[in-house]
């Protein structure tokens, strides 16, 4: 959620609990619901980067079994979490 109100209010530098500041320590008052919008559309994000192998697994598949073992890994991740 930090990430979200970070990506949508560009003057909030500093975050101290829910309450978020600007570069000057002034309080930002921003809308939760938009916040929480964001996060529920870029989910499949999140969850996508958790699932995937490490690029160092990612370049073993594609050196052992190719450019089409490789895609098929990385199309099922892709397949389980769908961009909404």
Known sequence: MIDAIFKL????????????????????AYDKAAVQAYVDAH???????AEYPSFADQF????HGGYDAWKATIDSVKAKYPKP
């Open 9 to 28: 209010y560009t003057n909030v530098k500093v975050i101290r609990g829910d309450i978020a500041y600007d570069a000057n320590g002034n309080e930002v």
């Open 43 to 49: 989910e499949y994000q999140t969850k996508r980067a």
């Open 60 to 63: 073993d598949t594609l050196y």
